[in-house]
């Protein structure tokens, strides 16, 4: 039996997405199938959202950008989108039970050093990590309380 598939959406599948996408598979990848997408993509992975997954253990190397289309045939079952444009966009999956929105800074947007901008990719990836474990927890206590004893 397939694992049921959370798919992050944000407009341009770049940073934000990515970010959620890696931390959560890291944190509940034994019970959900994880992926991302973007209703605008930009076609590449911002080289800071990987920097700062690295820094947390998590490579995320082999992530692309892709558009929402390429799952409109998949069972989906749970979309998050983490932005608010994907959300006003967000079209409905086949077999889509759940839909949530988080919406968090971009940090690609933010203006400053490149020490500056490092931090802020650093705090919206902490922001998206408190977020994501939260909901991790609850597919992990969802899953043990299934079991059969």
């Excluded at 998949?74 to 989108?81: F, L």
């Excluded at 983490?82 to 933010?110: E, S, T």
Aim: net charge neutral.
């Amino acid at each position: 039996m397939s694992k049921p598939l959370v798919l992050i959406l944000c407009t341009g599948n770049s940073c934000r997405s990515h970010l959620a996408e890696a931390i959560l598979r890291q944190l509940a990848g034994e019970w959900i199938e994880v992926a991302s997408a973007g209703s605008k993509p930009t076609g590449f992975v911002h080289p800071m959202a990987l920097e700062v997954l690295r820094e947390i253990g998590i490579d995320a190397s082999s992530h692309y950008s892709k558009h929402l289309s390429e799952f409109l045939t998949k069972p989906v079952s749970t979309v998050i989108t983490v932005c608010g444009n994907a959300d006003q966009v967000c079209p409905v999956f086949p077999g889509q039970l759940n839909r949530y929105h988080w919406g968090f800074d971009d940090p690609a947007h933010f203006s400053g050093t490149p020490q500056e901008i490092l931090q802020e990719f650093r705090r919206v990836r902490d922001q998206i990590r408190l977020v994501f474990s939260a909901y991790a927890a609850g597919i992990k206590e969802g899953n043990s309380t299934n079991k059969k004893p």
